[in-house]
């Protein structure tokens, strides 16, 4: 199998490289980030990952299959969250939102990576900076821990609605490809790790995905719309009531641990 590899410019990134960015912010000042490469990993619709020590990087650039696979679902009209600069504040204050609402709300158990900050990488576009976390997916056996993560999807997409975070999409009972968006750690807390948009809800994505759970985001989250992941700040607050103004107040980075 192919080395994976990232090119920025006429800059090569592969496992062992040395790679820094400031992750910028709305909330606070920028930070640097990066340092030793310790891997690179495929991200599907979304882009590639960077793994650092503390940190991890997702670019918005794909591999190519899934960048042609990208541009026959939805056209050639750039990705928002790699073009566009707004686009990718939001995906940043989505990220450090959820991360801050979650784990209050289940009491703990169930957290998110922190969202730090989002990167400029010029030619291939914007990227973010999040927390990286140390955890496993789901074994096949005991047979209780895969009902354990049935069970947490199920009431990550409950408090999803009661929220209002079509993120929660990426981890929908009925989405073929969400438990892998689920980990565990050896005292029994649940991550889940990836909360950033990756396609839009539209049900049908060729050449044979019939996502039948997007119905279910458009009609119980999103208002029938088709969006990449989005909050309804409305519903948000109205769950929250008077603590939405601590969460306003609760958005500066902790720094990773």
């Not at 090119?7 to 090569?12: D, M, T, V, W």
């Not at 969006?227 to 948000?236: A, M, Y």
């Amino acid at each position: 199998m192919a080395k994976e590899r990232i090119q920025l410019g006429a800059q090569e990134i592969i496992p062992g490289s040395w790679f820094t960015a400031e992750a910028l912010s709305l909330t606070s000042e920028s930070v640097t980030v990066g340092g030793n490469v310790e891997g690179i990993r495929g991200g599907g619709f979304y882009g590639k990952v960077m793994l650092f020590e503390k940190e991890v990087i997702k670019i918005t650039e794909p591999d190519s299959w899934h960048k042609l696979w990208r541009h026959i679902n939805w056209g050639l009209s750039p990705f928002p969250s790699q073009s566009n600069e707004l686009a990718a504040q939001l995906d940043f204050l989505a990220g450090r939102i959820i991360n801050r609402v979650v784990p209050e709300v289940t009491d703990g158990r169930v957290v998110t990576p922190d969202a730090i900050g989002y990167v400029d990488l010029e030619k291939i576009g914007f990227g973010q900076v999040i927390e990286r976390m140390r955890g496993r997916g789901a074994r096949f056996y005991p047979e209780s821990e895969n009902d354990i993560f049935n069970q947490t999807r199920q009431q990550i997409w409950e408090l999803g609605i009661a929220l209002g975070l079509e993120q929660v999409a990426q981890v929908h009972p009925d989405n073929p490809f969400g438990k892998p968006n689920l980990w565990t750690t050896d005292d029994g807390q649940m991550i889940w790790l990836d909360v950033l948009p990756a396609i839009k809800h539209t049900g049908w994505v060729w050449p044979a995905f019939n996502f039948k759970f997007h119905k279910d985001v458009r009609e119980r989250v999103g208002g029938g719309e088709e969006t990449f992941n989005r909050i309804h700040t409305d519903r948000l607050r109205k769950f929250l009531g008077n603590r939405s103004e601590e969460l306003s107040g609760n958005l500066s980075y902790r720094g990773c641990s």
